[in-house]
């Protein structure tokens, strides 16, 4: 699972069809949440002006990036944090495995954060030789199998209770059970104890208040509270978008975001972290870094029309509401960020030369952009992406064709004639096997309505 | 009112009697009906797969025919060809030559079922259909048109006709343009939520506002010997109880 690569999207959804249980366990989960959401969003009065106004102050954020990071970065250090840029994947990692040996440590815990998914952080620092252990329940069962989160917000989403207790089974030596209060028990014990041996604790942000220098983190398991005041450093990792202007402006935020995530009306935990411990006595770490990532958001910044993908809060409702999502989960993408917020983003980020296929693995259904909380325009960018590729690293074939038909529908006659050619082609040729492997072929009409009119 | 048909090149070439039934409707209804015999497609083809100098060319080519035109509005039979037209201003938004005459021709171009609502303003057009039937939200109109009442009302205020409510109605069929031969495999697969919810519906005739996922779905009931039938909205709209 390890290796699939967004270059075989095609191949990885193939096989993700195949399998059974996978299939089944989507299909439980994504209209579970999907419902809730929907439940969730029903409960609010004003669901569609909190969405225009967290866009609002999102786009504020953006359009004034700079200013806000380094009023972010002013008020966090002022408190006693200390800040890190980083400007890809490599100088992020290179900079906490420094932090890491520096502080001599050799059990991190991590929460979940999908920005250390994307700089692959733990490979950086278990190749430094350092224990690594991820204390999110959904991490750590894919962190145990070896394999890469295949949802935002619910990583484990594709394995079902009976895979997770085989895995169990095999990794932690438990007695086989499917009793789901003795697994996350004993994940549970597991994970206390390496909590309580922690050197460093390293965590995301899901927002950076300019106005005050907090970062705010919000969960339901109690772990990201742990990872963040048990071990004596904590490190925080964010992207540069995650920035907010004001402490006022979370409200609208933490309104939407667990709504729109698991439908919940609040998570159970928002830890709120400004700056270092006031007194020594205080419980808390004794340092807190803050590392700022950029890999490639200023150049999403950059363009008008790109620049709105930066405004996600990475909730993950628009995987759950995405038909392609639902049917193939979220390893087929071969990508960190997965379903349609992850054709989008993988290919900005990473380029896209191996991540080509992604913006196409749509229908452009527009389900996204219905449930996203911050009024991104998936398909609109999925469409300027297509626009971008396309051209360039389309088939030749495709390319032509479109060429031919160009001239075609910009021609009556042409037109004409081509649809009589298509009448007398159907009839010896099997159109379009990819069409006619699942479904039957309508014919083309014997008289075309352009005809019909005429002789009318 | 002076009507336009536009309607589209799936309808043109494979099921003409959407357009037959549009025209019939419309006229039903008080409306002069002209066809431009320069029609060809919308170039919504070549928009969504990513070819936006192919899509332009076709795009310009709609534009000066219908700008030709002294129809007041332009009515297609197609939520996702009339969501294609109401997206050239996007198409054209670097070229402010072609912009203006873009954005005129968008807001002249109205789906059926909105124009006989929103435009009009009928309701009941005066037909009648012996069955039970369900309906399915085309996402382009569903979600870039905003048609949801719009399709149920003239549904239910058709004769006879017994409406029930798909489970999921407003989920996509899988057919996506070219994403349903790049990707035949999942788009039969999403297809096939689709056709679960029909058979449970337990109805004779699935009706829809898009030519393109009644072929999508109609090809798959077809398959798998259904005796559910796939009816476009103009076609349902068209009948009378006097033949």
Not at chain 2, 149 to 159: A, C, F, G, S, Y
């Amino acid at each position: 699972m390890n290796h699939l690569s967004s270059e075989t999207f095609r191949e990885n959804a193939k096989a993700a069809l195949a399998d059974t249980q996978l299939r089944g366990a989507l299909k439980n989960a994504t209209s579970l949440f999907g419902e809730r959401r929907k439940q969730a969003a029903a409960s609010l009065p004003n669901w569609e002006a909190l969405r225009s106004q967290a866009r609002a102050i999102k786009d504020e954020a953006l359009s004034q990036l700079d200013r806000y990071l380094e009023e972010f970065v002013r008020n966090a250090e002022s408190r006693g944090a200390k800040i890190h840029w980083a400007r890809d994947s490599a100088e992020a990692n290179a900079i906490i495995c420094r932090l890491a040996s520096d502080y001599n440590a050799r059990v991190i815990v991590k929460s979940k954060s999908m920005t250390t998914e994307e700089t692959h952080l733990n490979q950086a620092l278990e190749a430094a030789g350092m224990q690594v252990v991820e204390t999110d329940l959904g991490e750590y069962i894919i962190q145990l199998a070896d394999e890469p989160p295949s949802h935002i917000i619910a990583p484990a989403i594709h394995k079902t209770r009976g895979q997770i207790a085989e895995l169990f089974t095999a990794e932690l030596g438990m007695p086989p059970t499917d009793d789901i209060g003795q697994l996350t028990g004993t994940a549970r014990t597991t994970l206390r104890n390496r909590f309580a041996t922690a050197d460093l604790g390293i965590s995301g942000v899901n927002f950076a208040i300019a106005e005050t220098g907090t970062i705010v983190i919000i969960e339901n398991e109690g772990n990201i509270r742990l990872t963040t005041s048990l071990p004596r450093v904590h490190i925080a990792v964010m992207g540069i978008e995650k920035v907010i202007p004001r402490f006022a402006d979370l409200d609208v935020f933490l309104k939407l975001l667990p709504r729109s995530g698991t439908g919940q009306q609040l998570t159970t935990y928002q830890s709120f972290i400004t700056g270092t411990k006031r007194n020594a006595a205080d419980e808390g770490p004794d340092e807190v870094h803050i590392l700022l990532l950029d890999n490639g958001r200023s150049r999403m910044l950059a363009h008008p029309v790109t620049r709105q993908s930066l405004a996600c809060i990475r909730c993950g409702a628009c995987l759950n509401a995405c038909p392609v999502y639902q049917q193939v989960g979220g390893h087929a993408y071969g990508s960190v960020y997965p379903g349609p917020i992850g054709a989008v983003i993988t290919p900005q980020l990473m380029g896209i030369q191996k991540t080509s296929q992604l913006p196409y693995a749509s229908s452009l259904c527009g389900a996204c952009r219905e449930v996203c909380p911050v009024k991104i325009d998936i398909p609109r960018l999925l469409l300027h992406l297509r626009a971008e590729i396309s051209p360039r690293k389309g088939s030749l074939a495709e390319r032509l064709a479109f060429k031919f038909w160009a001239k075609v529908m910009t021609s009556p006659a042409l037109y004409r004639m081509s649809a009589v050619a298509g009448r007398v082609v159907q009839r010896f040729v099997p159109i379009s096997r990819a069409w006619t492997s699942g479904r039957d072929l309508r014919p083309i009409e014997s008289k075309s309505f352009h005809e019909l009119w005429t002789n009318e | 009112m002076k009507v336009s048909i536009f309607v589209t090149c799936l309808v043109d070439q494979l099921w003409t009697s959407i357009g037959v039934s549009s025209v019939e409707v419309l006229r039903r209804v008080g409306c002069e009906v002209e066809f431009d015999q320069r029609q060809t497609c919308c170039a919504q083809p070549a928009f969504n797969t990513g070819y936006l100098k192919e899509a332009r060319e076709v795009a310009e080519r709609f534009i000066k025919i219908y700008e030709e035109s002294d129809a007041e509005v332009i009515v297609s039979p197609s939520g996702s060809c009339t969501a294609m037209v109401r997206h050239y201003p996007q198409l054209f938004a670097d070229d402010p030559q072609w912009l203006p005459r873009a954005k005129a021709i968008a807001a002249r171009t109205h789906e059926l079922s909105s124009f006989l609502i929103r435009v009009l303003k009928i309701e009941d057009v005066g037909a009648s259909w012996t069955g039970r039937l369900t309906w399915h939200d085309a996402c382009h109109g569903l979600r870039d048109l905003n048609l949801k009442d719009e399709p149920r009302t003239l549904i239910r205020n058709v004769r006879g006709a017994e409406f029930v409510e798909l489970e999921h109605a407003d989920a996509c069929c899988g057919f996506g343009g070219t994403f349903s031969v790049k990707y035949p495999e999942i788009s039969v697969a999403i297809l096939d939520q689709k056709i679960d919810a029909i058979e449970r519906a337990g109805v004779e005739a699935v009706v829809s506002g898009d030519a393109s996922c009644l072929i999508q779905i109609g090809g798959r009931l077809s398959r798998q010997g259904s005796k559910v039938r796939v009816m476009h909205l103009a076609e349902l709209l068209s009948q009378r109880s006097d033949g």
